[in-house]
């Protein structure tokens, strides 16, 4: 065998294991979470289908001003979460292997039970508002979005820097708004 023989062979293995570590590290990233906030959610539309006429339109309100500041940070999240949080996600060349697509459907799946961004905000999810804010912001802070079998084959989609800035600005704006809604 030549030396670039011996080379092919060994970064068609690398490309495989990756491949096969992508539903451990899925796993293990997540952490399966428990879906303990359903209730909140549900707590949520409850509050939303008693409020008055005017205060249905000042939450209307409050939420389209949220949502025309979150176009100027919506770049960011496109780039680093519409693939999981959204309708438009770009699947990648190994989803049509098997067992690695049926992970990355679930993945999917799971991903926008907790926080779907295809129709801008407000998101959907099993929390409220402020709490998905909140949580936006924790997993960002720690490193944790996106997860790390995404990042394995996606580079650089951690959001650093003045984007992080940038999007902890507007969740933290976005906040200030809602609780001025209680």
Same mark, same amino acid.
């Given at each position: 065998?030549?030396?670039?023989?011996?080379?092919?062979?060994?970064?068609? @293995?690398?490309?495989?294991?990756?491949? /096969?570590?992508?539903?451990?590290?899925?796993?293990?990233? *997540?952490?399966?979470?428990? *879906? =303990?906030? +359903?209730?909140?959610? #549900?707590?949520?539309?409850?509050?939303?289908?008693?409020?008055?006429?005017?205060?249905?339109?000042?939450? =209307?309100?409050?939420?389209?001003?949220?949502? +025309?500041?979150? %176009?100027?940070?919506?770049?960011?999240?496109?780039?680093?979460? @519409?693939?999981? *949080?959204? +309708?438009?996600?770009?699947?990648?060349?190994?989803?049509?292997?098997?067992?690695?697509?049926?992970?990355?459907? =679930?993945?999917?799946?799971?991903?926008?039970?907790?926080?779907?961004?295809?129709?801008? @905000?407000? @998101?959907?999810? *099993?929390?409220? %508002?402020? =709490?998905?804010?909140?949580?936006?912001?924790?997993?960002?802070?720690?490193? &944790?979005?996106?997860?790390?079998?995404?990042?394995?084959?996606?580079?650089?989609?951690?959001?650093?820097?003045? &984007? %992080?800035?940038?999007?902890?600005?507007?969740? #933290?704006?976005?906040?200030?708004?809602?609780?001025? /809604?209680?």
């Amino acid at each position: 065998m030549t030396t670039s023989s011996i080379q092919r062979l060994l970064n068609g @293995f690398l490309v495989l294991g990756l491949l /096969l570590l992508i539903p451990v590290v899925s796993i293990l990233s *997540h952490g399966k979470k428990k *879906h =303990d906030d +359903d209730d909140k959610n #549900d707590k949520q539309e409850a509050v939303d289908s008693t409020l008055s006429d005017s205060s249905q339109i000042i939450q =209307d309100s409050v939420y389209a001003a949220i949502n +025309d500041n979150y %176009q100027t940070v919506r770049y960011i999240f496109k780039n680093s979460c @519409f693939d999981c *949080h959204t +309708d438009s996600t770009k699947y990648p060349w190994y989803h049509v292997l098997p067992f690695i697509g049926g992970v990355i459907d =679930d993945d999917i799946k799971e991903a926008k039970t907790h926080l779907d961004m295809s129709n801008d @905000f407000p @998101f959907g999810g *099993h929390a409220t %508002q402020i =709490d998905q804010l909140t949580e936006i912001k924790e997993e960002i802070k720690e490193g &944790k979005m996106p997860i790390l079998s995404y990042r394995l084959t996606h580079w650089g989609l951690l959001i650093e820097g003045k &984007k %992080q800035d940038s999007v902890f600005q507007w969740i #933290d704006e976005s906040i200030k708004m809602l609780k001025e /809604l209680k």
